[in-house]
Every structure is written in structure tokens, then in C-alpha cells.
């Protein structure tokens, strides 16, 4: 069964780091796009960064560009968001998901599987 799980989330204050990890199961992950999303509530889902497996290459969304880093480690079969200067805006649940498809595009259709998320709350 093809499965991700993002673990990491918390609560930390403005200015914090904290570093997500999504687990993937099931499947190995060369040769996929993985990318990270977030949502609030009330709002649509919002594509964070994305990474191409085969290459490590990636792409971020302007908000998050500069401050979150998207790793992977094939060996562990694990992709990594690593989160610094947060802000209360950068609060949300995170989702990571993958797609077969090898582009670096933040949009949401293209990506087949999905996790269930981490909450991220960034508050003093």
C-alpha cells in the first residue's frame, strides 16, 4: 500500500525553526516530484516547495523562498521541509504528496498520493 506520513509539526514562536519529515511506504522515491502543500482553514490548499527525486532539485513558493529548505534521503526512502524565521503566517496543517510526474510545478492536481498532514502553529 502506497503511504506517506508527515511527522515534525508543533508549536513553535515567531522566528523558530522546525523541520518536517515525510515517511513514504510502499513504493521507493526515485523518480517522483514530492512536494509539500499547506492549508488553513477557510482557504485552498497552498503549494510550499517540490522537489524532483532523481535530481534534487527544487522549487519554492515566493512566501517560503529563502527560508524553507526541501531535502531528500532515497536511502531512507524520507523527504525532509526544513523551516527556519517562521512566521504566524506560516501557520497550517502540511501535507506532502508525490506525482510520477517529473515537474516541478506547485499544483495541486498533478500530485497522485497524499499524507494526512502536520499541524504547524507558529505563535508567541
Known amino acids: 500500500e502506497v503511504q506517506l506520513v508527515e511527522t515534525g509539526g508543533g508549536l513553535v514562536r515567531p522566528g523558530g525553526s522546525l523541520r518536517l519529515s515525510c515517511a513514504a511506504s510502499g513504493f521507493t522515491i526515485e523518480d517522483y516530484t514530492i512536494g509539500w502543500f499547506r492549508r488553513v482553514p477557510g482557504k485552498e490548499r497552498e503549494g510550499v516547495s517540490c522537489?524532483?527525486?532523481?535530481?534534487?532539485?527544487?522549487n519554492y513558493s515566493d512566501s517560503v523562498r529563502g527560508r524553507f529548505s526541501m531535502s531528500r534521503d532515497t536511502a531512507k526512502n524520507m523527504v525532509y521541509l526544513q523551516m527556519n524565521s517562521l512566521k504566524p503566517e506560516d501557520t497550517a496543517v502540511y501535507y506532502c504528496?508525490?506525482?510520477?510526474?517529473?515537474?516541478?510545478?506547485?499544483?495541486?492536481?498533478?500530485?497522485?498520493?497524499w499524507g494526512q498532514g502536520t499541524q504547524v502553529t507558529v505563535s508567541s
Open positions: 504528496a508525490f506525482t510520477t510526474v517529473l515537474l516541478l510545478r506547485l499544483w495541486v492536481p498533478l500530485y497522485e498520493h
Open positions: 522537489l524532483t527525486t532523481n535530481d534534487g532539485r527544487t
